[in-house]
T-cell receptor, first 111, second 114 residues
């Protein structure tokens, strides 16, 4: 399947800092999705992107669909302790029916 | 609460054993997906069912099987368990079948094989 590469693998930041993470693929995606997994829970959809160049916000979160359609970015502004978790990018494959997920970026926020 | 229910939450068993994981999708969702999450592999797609029929297969081992029943709940059967099968198993549901975009995940079943 199409591989999604996320970076960084993990981040350890202080409360109030801004966070940036990205996701790249060797293949073109028509949709980019960002999920967050809280400790002990399943992933929850944060943001969906459908068009190259699209910039979408959800509160303090902003995601962008890269113009090459091979990448996407997620920014979190003014981080707070409840932002702790694993952030996954995902996209539907060209063929097939199941979302491909990146390996995630683990975020730790200290008060 | 995503509306997707998975049981049990934790399962501890021994190598060689067989276990069944259960999933109830969100009301009205016809698609059920099973994913395996391990530390080194991330979220790996195993198998998808749509309205009782197998729709897609991912990296599912031959020792694993699944089914979706008429009431739309699904079960994932894992047999001849090995230490490496220890992982978090998620079920997700969606109202769509193609293209799949948004999934609603359950809280997972943590399987420990000792």
């Amino acid at each position: 399947g199409q591989q999604l590469n996320q970076s960084p693998q993990s981040m350890f930041i202080q409360e109030g800092e801004d966070v940036s993470m990205n996701c790249t693929s060797s293949s073109i995606f028509n949709t980019w999705l960002w999920y967050k997994q809280d400790p002990g829970e399943g992933p929850v959809l944060l943001i969906a992107l459908y068009k190259a160049g699209e910039l979408t916000s959800n509160g303090r979160l902003t995601a962008q669909f890269g113009t090459t359609r091979k990448d996407s970015f997620l920014n979190i502004s003014a981080s707070i302790p409840s932002d702790v978790g694993i952030y996954f990018c995902a996209g539907p494959p060209v063929s097939g029916y199941a979302l491909n997920f990146g390996k995630g970026t683990s975020l730790l926020v200290t008060p | 609460d995503s509306g997707v229910t998975q049981t049990p939450k934790h399962l501890i068993t021994a190598t060689g054993q067989r276990v069944t994981l259960r999933c109830s999708p969100r009301s009205g969702d016809l698609s059920v997906y099973w994913y395996q999450q391990s530390l080194d592999q991330g979220l790996q797609f195993l198998i998808q069912y749509y309205n009782g029929e197998e729709r897609a297969k991912g990296n599912i081992l031959e020792r694993f099987s699944a089914q979706q029943f008429p009431d739309l709940h699904s079960e994932l059967n894992l047999s001849s368990l090995e230490l490496g099968d220890s992982a978090l198993y998620f079920c997700a549901s969606s109202p769509q079948t193609v293209p799949n975009e948004k999934l609603f995940f359950g809280s997972g079943t943590q399987l420990s094989v000792l």
